[in-house]
C-alpha cells in the first residue's frame, strides 16, 4: 500500500469537505441577510394598510385628502413610512387580506378579548381605549328594560366577527334572550339610519364611530352602558415581528392610550 499516496488525497479531502463546509456557511449568512432584509423592507416601507372606511375611523373628502383616528394615529405611530391605503367597508374582508398576506397591516379598532386573533395574526400593544353603544330611537329610551324582560333583536353589519362575538359573549353573561342578527351588505352608518327611520329597533357600533355620526343623524340616541371600554389594536402579519415591534416601541414612546383618548374626546 503506497502510504504517500493515501496521504496525498485525506489531504485533498479535508480541502475539500473546508470549501464546502465554507460555502454553506457563506449561503446561510446570505440566507439570514437576505430574511432580515426583506422584513426590514417591510418596516421601513411602503406598508399596505387595510382601514375601515367610516365616520371618524378613516374618511377621504373630495379632494382625495385622508383623515379620521386611524390616519392621525397612523402619522403618529410610523410618520416617516409611505403608506399605501387599502379601504374596505366590512371588518371580515380587511382581515382576510392581512390573513392572505396581500396587505402589511390591519389598521382600525380592533378589541383584544377572550376570542383571541385572528389566524396569521400578531396583535400590537393597546393603542386607545374604546366600547360599543347601543343605538336606538329617542322614544325607547328604557332599553334596559327590554333587554331584560324582552328578546330584543340586535342588528349588526355581517362581515364583524369581533362585535358579533363581543355581543354574543354580553349575552351569555347579561342578557340571554338578545337576539343578534347580521345584515348582508350593510354598514353601522347604514344600520344607524335604519334605527333613525323606524326600521330596526336597536344597532351597535364603535363609541368613536357612534361620535362622529351622531353629528349627522337625528332622532337615535346613543347609550354607553351596555359594554364595559376595551382595548383596541392594530394587527400585523404574523411574519412581520419587526414591524411589530416597531410600532410598539412607538406606543410606549408616545402613550397612544392617552393621548388619543383625549383628541378623540375633543
Known sequence: MNFKSLRGWSWVFSLVVILIATWLVRRCGEDHHRSESETTSRAEGPLTVAVLLA???????????????QHDLMEKLLPEVQVKWQPFTSQEEALKSLQDHAVDLYASSYPISSVGLPRNTLATKAIYTSGFALVH?????????????GSPEVY????????????????????PL???????????????????????????????????????????????????????????DEKDTLLLSRINARIDSLDTVKKSDEVSAK
Open 55 to 69: 365616520p371618524g375611523n378613516f374618511e377621504i373628502d373630495s379632494l382625495g385628502n385622508f383623515g379620521g383616528i
Open 137 to 149: 330611537r329617542r322614544d325607547s329610551v328604557d332599553w334596559l328594560t327590554i333587554f331584560h324582560d
Open 156 to 175: 349588526i353589519p355581517e362581515g364583524y366577527p369581533s362585535l358579533k362575538q363581543t355581543l354574543e359573549h354580553l349575552k351569555e353573561l347579561s342578557f
Open 178 to 236: 338578545m337576539k343578534v342578527i347580521e345584515v348582508p351588505d350593510a354598514t353601522p352608518v347604514s344600520l344607524v339610519i335604519d334605527v333613525a327611520s323606524g326600521n330596526r329597533d336597536f344597532t351597535v357600533c364603535d363609541r368613536k364611530l357612534a361620535t362622529a355620526i351622531s353629528q349627522s343623524v337625528e332622532n337615535v340616541v346613543f347609550d354607553e352602558d351596555i359594554a364595559m371600554d376595551m382595548f383596541q389594536v392594530w394587527l400585523i
